[in-house]
T-cell receptor, first 111, second 113 residues
Framework: RKEVEQDPGPFNVPEGATVAFNCTYSNSASQSFFWYRQDCRKEPKLLMSVYSSGNEDGRFTAQLNRASQYISLLIRDSKLSDSATYLCVVNLYSSASKIIFGSGTRLSIRP | NAGVTQTPKFQVLKTGQSMTLQCAQDMNHNSMYWYRQDPGMGLRLIYYSASEGTTDKGEVPNGYNVSRLNKREFSLRLESAAPSQTSVYFC????????????FGSGTRLTVV
């Protein structure tokens, strides 16, 4: 089983729709969590950290469920510019060598 | 506001050739990393440097060497390139431990023929 698993997609949704991704992780000792966004042929960029109580940044909401070992990302009122690959990232033990990237979920927003 | 700068952006090598990928950051970060990204496999850690003067192997270190030249610079060397090293390489930096996320360079697309 992979340490961090994501549905690869692609998710193809109309502009204005709400879309949600989940990401599961295998190690219960994981300490910090992030969502990154990666545009085609570009570097990953930090979208948001994921806090235990859940957090929101504009149209984006991230949640953590430690009991079930998954994190989620909700995008409301999706825009064409949201089209990208979204990477789930898990940091085990707060160690530089134990940051695991998921393979990413591809999102395509259609007009 | 350069952030993390990687060079070169593109490179084609013949099997057996060597090359060094350069990376520099201007954010005063302690930790620096080299990743490779292949289709369907996500980012895999090659080597990292938790702080100036230290380097450690990551998940896929074979065929690579690194040098943490100073706090700003972290280079990756391929001594004898192989087709299996065809990939996109990203350098990244972070505060110690990576708890506040990473900043990535724009990547190097390497093809080994």
């Amino acid at each position: 089983r992979k340490e961090v698993e994501q549905d690869p997609g692609p998710f193809n949704v109309p502009e204005g729709a709400t879309v949600a991704f989940n990401c599961t992780y295998s190690n219960s000792a994981s300490q910090s969590f992030f969502w990154y966004r990666q545009d085609c042929r570009k570097e990953p960029k930090l979208l948001m950290s994921v806090y235990s109580s859940g957090n929101e940044d504009g149209r984006f909401t991230a949640q953590l469920n430690r009991a079930s070992q998954y994190i989620s990302l909700l995008i409301r009122d999706s825009k064409l510019s949201d089209s990208a690959t979204y990477l789930c990232v898990v940091n085990l033990y707060s160690s530089a060598s134990k940051i695991i990237f998921g393979s990413g979920t591809r999102l395509s927003i259609r007009p | 506001n350069a952030g993390v700068t990687q060079t070169p952006k593109f490179q084609v090598l013949k099997t057996g050739q060597s090359m060094t990928l350069q990376c520099a950051q201007d954010m005063n970060h302690n930790s620096m990393y080299w990743y490779r990204q292949d289709p369907g496999m996500g980012l895999r850690l090659i080597y990292y440097s938790a702080s100036e003067g230290t380097t450690d192997k990551g998940e896929v270190p074979n065929g690579y060497n690194v040098s943490r030249l100073n706090k700003r610079e972290f280079s990756l060397r391929l001594e004898s390139a192989a087709p299996s090293q065809t990939s996109v390489y990203f350098c990244a930096s972070s505060e110690a431990g990576g708890n506040y996320g990473y900043t990535f360079g724009s990547g190097t697309r390497l093809t080994v023929v």
